[in-house]
């Protein structure tokens, strides 16, 4: 058993790999035309560096099921510190596209770790307060995408080199790895990773309806955390410090939206949070075209941030409840379906980007969280079907 101070260090150090996590993932978006002209790269190119990691991350989310169970989720987190810190390193010295396609793989390997296990952990520490805690986890998501994004922004708007940022969120990470406690001092719930077992999850008709609700969550979120500071600073002519106020406007709306889901998910249930979020994103998110002023374009990406804020850890935690299954194996799973979601909105997008402009290319967010929408009603409509899945009311 985990006694209360020995949860609430592990708890900290979770919230604290999930804001480094984030500044790791979002440092690209935000420095990506700064990259992108040291470089030579065209949207596509550009948008390939994000889609270039989802097949690794496929397979390495896959075999962290059998990592965690072998060798406990505390040691995977540890690692995929040490590994995400190696590639920040080694893509800080990229001198070509060639080189730097190859050497983002490095940081995908470690961020899909964290993917993995960092969400099966606090559901270990919390297995049942209705999702709360992983919404909070979440949370501390947007609020490192917040703080970094306008911290690089302005850093980079100040002439520093991008190169700098990515060495300096290596050492972040490096820090966060001593925060944790040895693995043979916090005794977590094992998990199960024999394939029978594996191949169960596999067989409920509930697990890849919400499996495909997560790879559109995934699509729509990434739609504007990787694209929105590109499209401002190109669109308006402004400086990476107009762009990174952008990320961050939208990260906010997704830290509060996040928090509130915390809150209210006891109340309200997260399948409803999930369902009436979607439906009034998808309605919301056409305004997009609309909008000519910059300043306006802030207030726009908050409340879209707001609508998508709870999708991702509230599905991975309404499966849970839903489907008997172990949660690690369960959860990962989902994240096989998020993570190549987002790699292939990046992707798309910059080719709508080269063949017409961003803002064309932002047609496809409202498609993306309509599908979320769709793929949830559905979810319960299957699992009447299967007597192995637990009942749920909307």
């Not at 496929?58 to 072998?70: H, N």
């Not at 709870?310 to 489907?323: D, E, G, K």
Request: with cysteine.
């Amino acid at each position: 058993m985990i006694n209360d101070a020995m949860r609430n260090r592990i708890d900290k150090s979770a919230y604290a790999t999930m804001v480094t996590y984030a500044a790791s993932v979002n440092i690209l978006p935000i420095a990506l035309v700064k990259i992108s002209e040291e470089l030579s790269m065209n949207l596509t190119q550009a948008g390939l560096l994000g889609f270039v990691t989802s097949i690794e991350q496929f397979f390495i989310l896959i075999l962290s099921i059998f990592a965690a169970a072998r060798f406990g989720k505390i040691r995977i987190l540890r690692t995929a510190l040490l590994i995400t810190a190696a590639g920040l390193v080694a893509f800080a010295f990229s001198r070509s596209y060639v080189i730097a396609v190859s050497l983002i793989v490095i940081t995908g390997f470690g961020n899909a770790m964290i993917e993995a296990v960092i969400t099966p952990l606090v559901n270990d520490l919390h297995p049942d307060d209705g999702g709360a805690k992983m919404n909070l986890l979440h949370a501390f998501w947007p609020i490192g995408v917040c703080i970094s994004v306008l911290i690089f922004g302005e850093l980079l708007s100040r002439g520093l080199s991008w190169r700098v940022l990515f060495l300096g969120t290596a050492v972040l990470a490096v820090i966060i790895y001593f925060t944790y406690p040895g693995a043979k001092k916090a005794k977590l719930p094992p998990s199960r990773a024999d394939l029978g077992h594996l191949g169960e999850i596999l067989r409920r008709p509930r697990f890849w309806m919400l499996g495909i609700a997560m790879f559109f969550s995934g699509a729509g979120e990434v739609a504007y955390a990787y694209w929105a500071a590109s499209y401002i600073q190109i669109n308006f002519n402004t400086l990476p410090r107009a762009g990174a106020f952008g990320a961050a406007a939208f990260a906010l709306g997704m830290a509060v939206g996040r928090i509130a889901t915390s809150k209210l998910a006891g109340r309200f249930g997260l399948k409803k949070i999930i369902i009436t979020s979607s439906a009034l994103g998808a309605v919301f998110s056409l305004s997009f075209f609309i909008i000519q002023n910059p300043a306006i374009i802030y207030g726009y990406l908050f409340i879209v941030g707001l609508f998508v804020a709870c999708f991702w850890p509230s599905i991975q935690s309404y499966a849970a409840t839903v489907i008997d299954v172990d949660a690690t194996a369960l959860m990962v799973f989902l994240s096989c379906f998020g993570i190549p979601g987002t790699s292939f909105a990046v992707l798309v997008m910059g080719i709508i980007g080269d063949a017409y402009s961003l803002h064309e290319a932002f047609v496809v967010a409202p498609v993306f969280i309509f599908l979320v929408l769709v793929f949830m009603l559905l979810e319960g409509r299957v699992g009447k079907t299967f007597r192995g899945d637990r009942k749920t009311a909307l």
